[in-house]
């Protein structure tokens, strides 16, 4: 028989960065297991978003969803933590785990500067 020290996060929803696969997809899938409805954050994998989400939601259903945003978009932020709330009614964990594809960074670069870079380009005047 399970008490509610079993699921010390039930009522709580999480939001997971970069959820969907390797370490992330661990993480949702600890805060799932202490109770907390969680959405999965993905860019590019939504195959295995879908998949995660379909397990979660077997064992409890409506506890997980997944949402596709591009979190180098600064303008699309208010709307996937919007689209979080507007899901499950509420966000108190946020877990920061997207990486960014260091395909993208240019020599001697580091993460921080291409992220700095983006911003800036993205700031420029069309």
């Known amino acids: 028989m399970s008490n509610a020290a079993d699921f010390p996060l039930a009522g709580r929803c999480a939001l997971v960065t970069g959820g969907a696969r390797r370490l992330g997809e661990a993480i949702v899938r600890k805060l799932h297991a202490g109770g907390a409805s969680v959405a999965v954050h993905h860019r590019t994998s939504g195959g295995e978003a879908d998949s995660l989400i379909s397990e979660l939601n077997a064992i409890r259903t409506g506890s997980a969803a997944a949402f596709a945003c591009d979190l180098l978009e600064v303008e699309a932020l208010p709307a996937l933590i919007a ?11 946020l877990v920061n785990n997207a990486s960014v594809s260091y395909t993208h960074l240019r020599a001697h670069e ?17």
């Open 110 to 126: 580091t993460v921080l500067d291409l992220v700095c870079r983006l911003l800036l380009e993205k700031k420029k005047p069309s």
């Open 83 to 93: 689209d979080v709330v507007a899901r499950f009614g509420r966000l108190d964990i």
